[in-house]
């Protein structure tokens, strides 16, 4: 629990409190968490549906995709004919990635997929791109100074008329000064390996401007639990507002908002009303 990256806030930092050292804190998206990740979210449609129907209403077949993870947007633009350029700064999730594309659903689509382990708040590819995805609000992810360097590296990957299409979630009516809350779904994970009692822990607060999300795993081994372990993502709220002005300070331009209805599942359970917005930006 000593950096950022695996930092807890809210239950979670009391969970692990309880525990103490028979827990361990480990990023959501590196080895066993990027294992977890990937199954809880192999069969999640949320966002797919608008992404790729805003894609389809402009031209171009060329697609980049920010922060790609194990392919849960990756696939679907796969299927239906883009030849798509994968980003992400994760070894586990690109490698979860190529074994999604080993699948039967995918394998046919495998040499329209480059993988490329780059940091998307500072990249160079040597080319450009008619469509640049950045899905499950990802843009999170980085903190202000990040958010610069992706929208300056965007630009310059962005073709002539090419467009950025990118996710964001908002709590409405929240204010800086609005006090934290936390939203909390558990659920038995039977195909896991051990099968794994799963807590979701998603804290929000306005005030620091984060959100910890953490998934608390029980491992049960004949009806005993065996172990318990937190994997943890730590991300920066941005409002849509504050969001535009960055985007245009870089140079970019916002040609429309597109309401997203294909909600994650912790976001349909979420404490606070939420939405998330499709965001179409061009140079
Ligand atoms: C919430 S997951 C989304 C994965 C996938 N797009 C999806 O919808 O399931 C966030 C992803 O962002 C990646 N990521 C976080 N910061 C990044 C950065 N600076 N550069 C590249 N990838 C990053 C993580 O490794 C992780 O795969």
Same mark, same amino acid.
């Given at each position: 629990?000593?950096?950022?990256?695996?930092?807890?806030?809210?239950?979670?930092?009391?969970?692990?409190?309880?525990?103490?050292?028979?827990?361990?804190?480990?990023?959501? *998206?590196?080895?066993?968490?990027?294992?977890?990740?990937?199954?809880?979210?192999? *069969?999640?449609?949320?966002?797919?549906?608008?992404?790729?129907?805003?894609?389809?209403?402009?031209?171009?077949?060329?697609?980049? #995709? !920010?922060?790609?993870?194990?392919?849960?947007?990756?696939?679907?633009?796969?299927?239906?004919? *883009?030849? %798509?350029?994968?980003?992400?700064?994760?070894?586990?999730?690109?490698?979860?990635?190529?074994?999604?594309?080993?699948?039967?659903?995918?394998?046919?689509? #495998?040499?329209?997929?480059?993988?490329?382990?780059?940091?998307?708040?500072?990249?160079? !590819?040597? +080319?450009?791109?008619?469509?640049?995805?950045?899905?499950? $609000?990802?843009?999170?992810?980085?903190?202000?100074?990040? /958010?610069?360097?992706?929208?300056?590296?965007? +630009?310059?990957?962005?073709?002539?008329?090419? /467009?950025?299409?990118?996710?964001?979630?908002?709590?409405?009516?929240?204010?800086?000064?609005?006090?934290?809350?936390?939203?909390?779904?558990?659920?038995?994970?039977?195909?896991?390996?051990?099968?794994?009692?799963?807590?979701?822990?998603? *804290?929000?607060?306005?005030?620091?401007?984060?959100?910890?999300?953490?998934?608390?795993?029980?491992?049960?081994?004949?009806?005993?639990?065996?172990?318990?372990?937190?994997?943890?993502?730590?991300?920066?709220?941005?409002?849509? $507002?504050? !969001?535009?002005?960055?985007?245009?300070?870089?140079?970019?331009?916002?040609?429309?908002?597109?309401? %997203?209805?294909?909600?994650?599942?912790?976001?349909?359970?979420?404490?606070?009303?939420?939405?998330?917005? !499709?965001?179409?930006?061009?140079?």
């Amino acid at each position: 629990m000593t950096s950022s990256t695996t930092e807890v806030l809210g239950t979670a930092a009391q969970v692990a409190k309880l525990f103490g050292t028979g827990l361990q804190i480990s990023s959501m *998206y590196e080895s066993a968490g990027a294992r977890l990740y990937h199954g809880i979210t192999r *069969y999640e449609n949320a966002e797919i549906e608008e992404f790729l129907s805003t894609a389809q209403s402009g031209e171009g077949k060329s697609v980049l #995709e !920010l922060a790609c993870g194990t392919g849960r947007i990756t696939v679907p633009f796969l299927q239906a004919g *883009y030849e %798509v350029v994968g980003l992400d700064f994760s070894p586990s999730m690109l490698e979860l990635l190529a074994q999604r594309l080993k699948e039967d659903d995918a394998k046919e689509y #495998e040499d329209r997929l480059t993988v490329v382990h780059g940091d998307m708040t500072d990249f160079s !590819l040597g +080319r450009t791109f008619d469509l640049i995805l950045l899905g499950a $609000s990802a843009v999170w992810n980085v903190g202000a100074g990040g /958010r610069a360097g992706l929208f300056n590296s965007v +630009r310059e990957h962005l073709a002539e008329g090419g /467009r950025f299409l990118l996710t964001l979630i908002e709590f409405p009516g929240m204010a800086e000064d609005s006090p934290a809350f936390e939203t909390q779904i558990t659920f038995a994970a039977q195909d896991g390996d051990p099968q794994a009692l799963v807590t979701f822990f998603d *804290y929000v607060d306005p005030g620091a401007q984060l959100r910890s999300t953490n998934i608390l795993a029980q491992a049960v081994v004949d009806g005993s639990v065996v172990g318990a372990e937190i994997y943890t993502a730590l991300t920066h709220l941005v409002a849509p $507002s504050a !969001l535009e002005r960055e985007i245009e300070a870089a140079g970019l331009r916002v040609l429309g908002r597109h309401e %997203v209805t294909s909600g994650y599942q912790i976001l349909k359970s979420s404490a606070r009303p939420v939405t998330v917005q !499709l965001l179409e930006v061009t140079r």
